[in-house]
Nanobody
Framework: QLQASGGGLVQAGGSLRLSCAAS????????TEWFRQAPGKEREFVAS????????YYTGSAKGRFTISRDNAKNTVYLQMNNLKAEDTAVYYC?????????????????WGKGTQVTVSS
């Protein structure tokens, strides 16, 4: 089970840190990914932390502003979001990927956390 937290309301230019804690299992061998879904839009990839090499990947709009990290000892993955923009407003979901290299495709996720709302006011 994955539990995401850390969302909230923030002004444009502000920061939030999302957390995703795993219970009953570890992230070992899984890529862990963040997705988001804005109203009326499809769920989209944001960032991933691969299980194989610890590499990170970001969608274009997140590069330079967001940082994904993982603490295996705490079974927790984080998404540090800086310089937030109104277009970052969405429900953010964490997920564990069946591919340790990270597929970045929502259809390949085997575990999902409940979303956490991020609202950025302009």
């Amino acid at each position: 089970q994955l539990q995401a937290s850390g969302g909230g309301l923030v002004q444009a230019g502000g920061s939030l840190r999302l957390s995703c804690a795993a219970s009953g299992r570890t992230f070992t061998g899984y890529a862990t990914e963040w997705f988001r879904q804005a109203p009326g839009k499809e769920r989209e990839f944001v960032a991933s932390f691969t299980g194989s090499s610890g590499s990170t990947y970001y969608t274009g709009s997140a590069k330079g502003r967001f940082t994904i990290s993982r603490d295996n000892a705490k079974n927790t993955v984080y998404l540090q979001m800086n310089n937030l923009k109104a277009e970052d407003t969405a429900v953010y979901y964490c997920a564990a990927d069946s591919y340790s290299s990270g597929s970045r495709n929502p259809k390949d996720m085997v575990y999902w956390g409940k979303g956490t709302q991020v609202t950025v006011s302009s």
